[in-house]
């Protein structure tokens, strides 16, 4: 019976501790930035514990799961950007093809024009003169 009564006290004691430290070591932290060094060391401490447990098959399904399917999510965002650069370098040549082909055209019309100034030229010098074409039949 006194063994009973004295492991009870010595509850008691412990229980009283520990409120004690608590209602004076109280925290309120808001978000994970604001912790103090002490919950720092319990989450280090319960990260390390949770390595020691081994990982059921369940578990370790879901994490081949995950696995797989990130790589396989990776695979098609690669593939997706290859797509995405082999557009733009054909849009980007297709401009380049346009605006070559309008200055050929412009060119084009150019030389036109010149060779109607340079004809206008020409008849403006041999105003004058007769050509006559004399075509043997």
């Known amino acids: 019976m006194k063994i009973i009564e004295l492991l009870f006290a010595i509850i008691l004691t412990i229980i009283f501790i520990i409120v004690l430290s608590l209602r ?9 930035d604001n912790l103090n060094q002490n919950n720092k060391k319990l989450v280090k401490f319960c990260k390390r514990l949770n390595q020691f447990d081994k990982p059921s098959e369940h578990t370790l399904m879901l994490k081949n799961f995950r696995k797989r399917k990130l790589e396989k999510n990776n695979n098609i965002i ?34 036109k024009q010149i060779e109607a100034i340079n004809q206008a030229k020409r ?6 003169t007769i050509n006559l074409n004399i075509n043997p039949v």
């Open 78 to 111: 690669k593939e997706l950007t290859k797509e995405i650069d082999e557009l733009q370098k054909d849009k980007h040549f297709s401009s380049i093809g346009k605006v070559n082909a309008y200055k050929c055209k412009l060119e084009s019309k150019a030389k």
């Open 123 to 128: 008849n403006v010098e041999n105003r004058n």
């Open 24 to 32: 004076f070591e109280r925290e309120n932290f808001t978000n994970l």
